[in-house]
């Protein structure tokens, strides 16, 4: 048997539910003119007014279900791309989750003066729990716009990631067959995963031999970037490109005979010059200096 406060609480919810769909045209054209929908659909105002009456019918999907409190509800799961979009552009022009929120929250305001509106002449108590339900549902809203924030928040920040190590791992040709990649700062698992893949394309792309590792910038050698190297020095080798490591200094030469890493299968040469004149000399090609005062031809 259903209890009375069960009863008065489905009630309300249903009452939102049909109010959401009589004043559906209204509350969407009041919100399309609110910052957060109108600074994100800025080409056309009626791309603003779709959106609106697309989050006012999850609104009111939610309200028949009874769901009021509840951020998984289906209703929701509709218009979560489209929150995530509207998020993800405020955020993108340097709007915090808190701030991006209140502007959620602001479109409450015009939800309760339709309410009032529609409510008049109604009783009083039916009035004030249908109002209750509102006051739920758009807190609940507030709390899926700040949801889909901060998960296109993470999601911006992986990719501004991804493309800071493409960029700080350039794959640069220094000669017909040979390619090169100069490595500058520590290197981690992420980045050395993205060494490896930049490489292998890159070998590919320009059916390069000789793939040289120049690790001069690279500030410390560890067991871990030993062992980074030497993947992607015999990844490079079963796609038919003789790697070649360059730049070992001093102190890193020391740092792995301490560490008792095992670098004898690997090609080493002391600097970026001398790794590529191995390349050239490989294929046949001599490079010799031009004597002093010899002009060129």
Known sequence: MQVPEQAGADSAA??????LERRREQLAQRWADGPLFRTVF???RDEAVEACKAVVDALSEVA???RLESVGAPGFGEVREQLGRMAASRASRGFTPAQIADEAAGLRTAAVELLRDDTEGRPDGDAHE???ALTVLMGTLRLVIMETTVSAGEELIARQQLQLLEVATPVISLWEGVIAVPLIGTLDSARSQ???ESLLQAIVEQRARYAILDITGVPTVDSLVAQHLMKTVAAARLMGAECIVSGIRPAIAQTIVHLG????????RSSLADALAYALGRQGIEVSQRAAGASPR
């Open 130 to 132: 249908v109002l209750l």
């Open 42 to 44: 800025t080409v056309s």
């Open 261 to 268: 890493i095992d670098l004898s299968s690997v090609l080493t």
């Open 64 to 66: 028949y279900t009874g």
């Open 194 to 196: 993205v060494v490896m």
């Open 14 to 19: 249903h009452g939102l539910a049909e109010f």
